[in-house]
């Protein structure tokens, strides 16, 4: 284990400079403290001995760059928050692994290069960062830059370069993402006090996000990266979440704990720790592409020849047999309702949210704040089949020509007998096969999300079919 423990950490100022201006901001200032202790006993025990960070507050444009001064010192000034005030910092950089992390990068096709310039600025996200987990510099460390360009594919490489000087070099790393979850800030002035999260959205993803990281799921979390950032205000399109993975194995064989959580400034603030285990609690299908080498800008640049007129007219949603509706709830995702391939119909995961309005019959398992609430699964079920109805019928089928079901539960002892009374109404007469999965969570809180495969109608999709 060449990285003995990661870490997520925020980057603004406000727990080193203000932590009692704020009961928030004191939680934060507190699970950084608690990630200190973490941090000396990785040294101590485990032989510690590197501190690699990847700061999204530092931001570049041509390539990467890492910190290869070994002794940065200067005056800090926030350039957003420069009422706290500004405040001194003397770093401690292993210039020697520096150097071995670009060059590494720069092996594996990627432009970086280090930087060791007297009174060169150092992000606020890494001062913060190093004065709070390691204030006495007991550890050797370096910070990478996050480019504003850079996709997955350069990202992961970078990551992958990281963990390469590691072990080339014999280390014993902790790695540090330093990012916020969601990274929307309040606009207008609020009271340190009534700080909050800044969007019902980014409080949404944020719980669940944490929720997974708890469960040492990280390659899950860098999975979903790009939903969570399709719908979320998230910080830098989550890429240190990208880069961390990439450091530290890109698996789920970890064990997570959440050391503490609440609003910077409106954004989502999380401390959490990783530390390897011997077995994975939990993982996804993990459908997004791995890489080994960068080989030049990922959807980034259009070439010439893809910005001419096509010759060829695009194909529309209703030639590829997509389905959309109106009359069901608004997918989270980037997904359609469903999609006609012949003479089926694929519908995607569907639960019970109401068209429009997003409520869910039967009440939600969770409130805001992530804590349980009691529901129907029988209104739930109910509402689920529904949903599964309209779709069918505004892509021209119905539930009777249903064939296969996979149904997803939250909590399979508790649900499991109302579910089942409830599916038995509609479809025993069907003759679909089913699969009843028990999960641990869904997207929204709910408690019962059904994956249908059903025969195409004979006729013509009805009105809000595919583009509706």
């Not at 994956?451 to 004979?458: E, F, L, Q, R």
């Amino acid at each position: 284990m060449s990285v003995v423990l990661g870490l997520v950490v925020p980057g603004l100022p406000q727990p080193l400079l203000a932590p009692d201006r704020s009961p928030h901001w004191r939680v934060i200032r507190d699970a950084y403290d608690r990630a200190a202790a973490l941090v000396q006993r990785a040294r101590v025990e485990q032989g510690a001995d590197l501190l690699v960070l990847y700061s999204t507050q530092w931001a570049s444009v041509i390539g990467h760059q890492v910190q290869a001064d070994p002794q940065p010192s200067w005056t800090l000034v926030d350039p957003e928050f420069h009422s706290l005030g500004s405040w001194p910092y003397t770093l401690r950089i292993d210039a020697d692994y520096a150097t071995a992390y670009a060059a590494a990068a720069q092996a594996r096709g990627l432009r970086c290069r280090t930087v060791a310039y007297q009174g060169f600025p150092v992000d606020t996200g890494t001062v913060v960062a190093l004065s709070l987990l390691d204030p006495e510099r007991s550890l050797a460390a370096t910070t990478t830059s996050c480019n504003m360009y850079a996709d997955r594919g350069e990202t992961l490489v970078l990551g992958k370069a990281a963990r390469d000087a590691i072990e080339t070099g014999g280390r014993r790393a902790i790695a540090v993402a330093v990012t916020s979850l969601s990274s929307r800030m309040h606009v207008q002035p609020v009271a340190p006090a009534d700080d909050h999260i800044a969007s019902l959205k980014d409080e949404e993803w944020n719980r669940k996000l944490l929720e997974i990281l708890g469960e040492g799921r990280l390659e899950d979390v860098a999975q979903l990266a790009r939903t969570v950032a399709h719908q979320a205000h998230a910080d830098s399109k989550m890429k240190a979440f990208w880069w961390l993975s990439a450091v530290m194995g890109q698996h789920n064989r970890y064990r997570g704990e959440v050391l503490g959580y609440g609003p910077l400034w409106g954004t989502g603030a999380a401390v959490v720790a990783l530390r390897p285990a011997a077995s994975a609690q939990g993982q996804h299908e993990f459908d997004e592409d791995d890489v080994e080498r960068y080989s030049g800008d990922l959807e980034v640049l259009e070439s010439p020849a893809s910005s001419a007129p096509s010759a060829v007219p695009p194909v529309s949603e209703a030639e590829r047999g997509i389905v959309r509706t109106d009359a069901a709830p608004r997918p989270v995702g980037a997904y359609p309702h469903a999609r006609r391939v012949g003479e089926l119909l694929y519908l995607s995961g569907v639960g019970p949210r109401q068209a429009g309005t997003d409520a869910i019959p039967g009440g939600p398992i969770r409130d805001a704040d992530g804590n349980p609430l009691d529901y129907d699964i029988v209104a739930q079920t109910r509402a689920c089949i529904d949903n599964v109805r309209r779709i069918l019928e505004a892509a021209g089928s119905s539930l009777d020509r249903v064939l296969d079901v996979t149904a997803f539960l939250v909590d399979m002892d508790r649900d499991f007998k109302g579910y089942n009374a409830v599916y038995a109404e509609h479809f025993a007469q069907v003759g679909a096969t089913r699969t009843t999965i028990g999960v641990v969570a869904l997207p929204t809180p709910i408690a019962v999300e059904l994956k249908v495969i059903a025969a195409a109608g004979d006729g013509a999709a009805g009105d809000g079919a595919a583009g509706g």
